[in-house]
T-cell receptor, first 114, second 112 residues
Framework: EAGVTQFPSHSVIEKGQTVTLRCDPI?????LYWYRRVMGKEIKFLLH????????ESGMPNNRFLAERTGGTYSTLKVQPAELEDSGVYFC????????????FGPGTRLTVL | GEDVEQSLFLSVREGDSSVINCTYT??????LYWYKQEPGAGLQLLTY?????DMKQDQRLTVLLNKKDKHLSLRIADTQTGDSAIYFC????????????FGRGTSLIVHP
């Protein structure tokens, strides 16, 4: 069974540009999460989808970030326009259950904004 | 201050025991977790403990919880070079979607 995959693995863009990150969860997992780790800091929750609906988006830093999960399968996280402080590693995770269930994490996308 | 704190680095010799420590602030935390991140890979849940437990053992891993001091530790016995990774402590509360709050991660370096 394939795990959670993320694309791209690395992205280097200039300040003001747009970047779209993609996450493909494990097949059949209704729950999809986005997290971010800024260099050397803790991993912070961004948002949680249940199928195509946003269950909790309390961690989204500002309106430059837009997450979608059309059709309830893969998800995209768009940053527009990107700022220097957006640099970090963006992790996606998925799980079968909403409650305490193991969240399976993807390898992350390392975003560098110059 | 941070909700979950842990030291940033730990260096041990192969074969020795490693102890990674973590403190948290939320006394209503119900679940406490240890995740491992190997280079180039995602986070892997190693183990978790309920707040009504003091200890959990799983092969080479021992988790100790001191709820009074809000202190969690992960002991790895007979540490191997393959254990070199970043270890994240995390906590979550019951109810809701059990989204964990993570610490900064401890980089464990195992040398021969």
């Amino acid at each position: 069974e394939a795990g959670v995959t993320q694309f791209p693995s690395h992205s280097v863009i200039e300040k003001g540009q747009t970047v779209t990150l993609r996450c493909d969860p494990i097949s059949g997992h209704d729950n999809l999460y986005w997290y971010r780790r800024v260099m050397g800091k803790e991993i912070k929750f961004l948002l949680h989808f249940v199928k195509e609906s946003k269950q909790d988006e309390s961690g989204m830093p500002n309106n430059r970030f837009l997450a979608e999960r059309t059709g309830g399968t893969y998800s995209t996280l768009k940053v527009q326009p990107a700022e220097l402080e957006d640099s970090g590693v963006y992790f996606c995770a998925s799980s079968q259950k909403t409650g305490l269930g193991e969240q399976f994490f993807g390898p992350g996308t390392r975003l560098t904004v110059l | 201050g941070e909700d979950v704190e842990q030291s940033l680095f730990l260096s041990v010799r192969e074969g020795d025991s490693s102890v990674i420590n973590c403190t948290y602030t939320d006394s209503s935390s119900t679940y406490l977790y240890w995740y491992k991140q190997e280079p180039g890979a995602g986070l892997q849940l190693l183990t978790y403990i309920f707040s009504n437990m003091d200890m959990k053992q799983d092969q080479r891993l021992t988790v100790l919880l001191n709820k009074k001091d809000k202190h969690l530790s992960l002991r790895i016995a007979d540490t191997q070079t393959g254990d070199s990774a970043i270890y994240f402590c995390a906590e979550s509360m019951s109810g809701g979607s059990y989204i964990p709050t993570f610490g900064r991660g401890t980089s464990l370096i195992v040398h021969p």
